[in-house]
């Protein structure tokens, strides 16, 4: 079993750049991928980004190219999601999750990861 635990949310103004961080305990020795998904009231779960844990190549949504940055720290079984000029429309609850084997080619799906942190609320105020 795996454990993913996220943090660094909260409130946030416009514009402004938190990180938020997610640290994997437990069977984490066949991590293919990491990825960060999001979920807003009434709206279905979406892709944020992707790292693949070995090569380090990432993967991002359209939403977050520029703005957002993932990364990971082996050492420390950890990814990181770096998020900067923040707007109103990216308030969600954000998930980090775990794939243990490769998916589809860039990893988006929910489907493709087979662990899920308990997720981390993020609201950006105008």
């Known amino acids: 079993q795996v454990q993913l635990v996220e943090s660094g949310g909260g409130l946030v103004q416009a514009g402004g750049s938190p990180r938020l961080s997610c640290a994997a305990s437990?069977?984490?020795?066949?991590?293919?991928?990491m990825g960060w998904f999001r979920q807003a009231p009434g709206k279905e779960r979406e892709f944020v980004a992707a790292?693949?844990?070995?090569?380090?190549?990432?993967q991002y949504a359209d939403f977050a190219k520029g703005r957002f940055t993932i990364s990971r720290d082996n050492a420390k079984n950890t990814v990181y999601l770096q998020m900067n000029s923040l707007k109103p429309e990216d308030t969600a609850v954000y998930y980090c999750?775990?794939?243990?084997?490769?998916?589809?080619?860039?990893?988006?799906?929910?489907?493709?990861?087979?662990?899920w942190g308990q997720g981390t609320q993020v609201t950006v105020s105008s």
């Open positions: 790292i693949r844990w070995s090569s380090g190549s990432t």
């Open positions: 999750a775990l794939a243990r084997y490769s998916g589809s080619y860039y990893m988006t799906r929910t489907r493709d990861y087979d662990f």
């Open positions: 437990g069977r984490t020795f066949s991590t293919y991928a």
